[in-house]
């Protein structure tokens, strides 16, 4: 048990900082969408549809590092293996891009408010979950 909270930790704290990170960039995305671009509809479907894509690159780009390189997350000091950070990376890569996915193809069949009731509620879970999943799976594979 001890085990499988200090992964859910050190899994956890990594994933909120490039989500905030993630954050960030997407609000200055929109910033700069809303000052040079007409407003619509679609526009704005579009733009929201593409959130989380900056953290699914991030998640990738850390995923893909060259093993011997300096991790700016500070991977050597926690209890997984270079290994299971890039399973564990690769994974939140495709959880994000998969959440892109849902919100484009909902973005294109269902109506606004269904469309945005989804955007508010599935990502938190979505990323609760598979969190939950791969400390899981990655303290038992010790």
């Known amino acids: 048990m001890i085990r499988f909270v200090h992964v859910f930790w050190s899994i956890l704290w990594r994933s909120i900082l490039v ?14 969408d809303h000052s040079l671009f007409e407003v619509t509809a679609n ?39 270079n290994r299971q950070w890039r399973q564990t990376y690769f994974g939140l890569s495709a959880c994000a891009f998969g959440i892109v996915i849902i919100f484009c193809i ?29 400390a899981i799976w990655q303290a038992k594979s010790r």
């Open 19 to 32: 989500l905030a990170l993630n954050s960030g960039i997407a609000y200055t995305l929109y910033t700069v």
């Open 43 to 81: 526009s704005i479907k579009i733009r929201h549809s593409l959130t989380y894509l900056p953290a699914a690159v991030m998640f990738a780009v850390l995923a893909m590092q060259i093993k011997g390189t300096q991790n700016m997350l500070l991977e050597e000091r926690s209890p997984l293996s």
């Open 106 to 134: 909902s973005a294109v069949i269902l109506n606004i408010d269904t469309w945005v009731s989804i955007q508010k509620l599935l990502p938190l879970p979505l990323f609760m979950l598979f969190w939950i999943a791969v």
